[in-house]
T-cell receptor, first 115, second 117 residues
Framework: DAKTTQPPSMDCAEGRAANLPCNHSTISGNEYVYWYRQIHSQGPQYIIHGLKNNETNEMASLIITEDRKSSTLILPHATLRDTAVYYCIVRVGSGRIQGAQKLVFGQGTRLTINP | GAVVSQHPSWVICKSGTSVKIECRSLDFQATTMFWYRQFPKQSLMLMATSNEGSKATYEQGVEKDKFLINHASLTLSTLTVTSAHPEDSSFYIC?????????????FGPGTRLTVT
């Protein structure tokens, strides 16, 4: 799986948009970009994933550059409850190859939302 | 959404004893489950991948005889830490994979905090 690079920490004001960058310059054509977050002492929570098109769901938006070498997770209106460590992971996501698509976590970005 | 539970949520045991942690997928069948370990201020480290009805595949450096994994049904996987020692104290998190359209999504349990005294 391709390696990702994220800033170790970021701050954002409550109510503003939080933009979390991720570099994945060695991503392969069949690898998806996944985002998870982990609130302190809890299991990771799935946020969103995409292949090459931008994606949006009720939690966030994912913007993937045209060359797919980087992406940005956008939390449109950050709240205090969004304070967490955010992980950007790339892996083969589709298909029915059992056991192959394990999620390997990097160090992530510690996002702090300030009141 | 898909829910994964773990039991117990925390456990304290004495050095040399064994501890079993259960992971259940509550509203879906999981043919594949994953076990992770997380030390304080560190990221999650994948320990092993288990497929229902077959032996688990362990990551490099993880002792299979110390961390016994059983995935006997489509909704239950167990991790047994045998002869636990203080250095095994950690946050253990399981994850289960569910089909979602053409992709497979992975959902995580709330974690089990193990303290070995």
């Amino acid at each position: 799986d391709a390696k990702t690079t994220q800033p170790p920490s970021m701050d954002c004001a409550e109510g503003r948009a939080a933009n979390l960058p991720c570099n994945h310059s060695t991503i392969s054509g069949n690898e998806y970009v996944y985002w998870y977050r982990q609130i302190h002492s809890q299991g990771p929570q799935y946020i969103i994933h995409g292949l090459k098109n931008n994606e949006t769901n009720e939690m966030a938006s994912l913007i993937i550059t045209e060359d797919r070498k980087s992406s940005t997770l956008i939390l449109p209106h950050a709240t205090l409850r969004d304070t967490a460590v955010y992980y950007c992971i790339v892996r083969v996501g589709s298909g029915r190859i059992q056991g192959a698509q394990k999620l390997v976590f990097g160090q992530g970005t510690r996002l702090t939302i300030n009141p | 959404g898909a829910v994964v539970s773990q039991h117990p949520s925390w456990v304290i045991c004495k050095s040399g004893t064994s501890v079993k942690i259960e992971c259940r997928s509550l509203d879906f069948q999981a043919t594949t489950m994953f076990w992770y370990r997380q030390f304080p201020k560190q990221s999650l480290m994948l320990m092993a991948t288990s497929n229902e009805g077959s032996k688990a595949t362990y990551e490099q450096g993880v002792e299979k005889d110390k961390f016994l994994i059983n995935h006997a049904s489509l909704t239950l996987s167990t991790l047994t830490v045998t002869s636990a020692h203080p250095e095994d104290s950690s946050f253990y998190i399981c994850s289960a994979r569910a089909a979602s359209g053409s992709t497979y999504e992975q959902y995580f349990g709330p974690g089990t905090r193990l303290t070995v005294t």
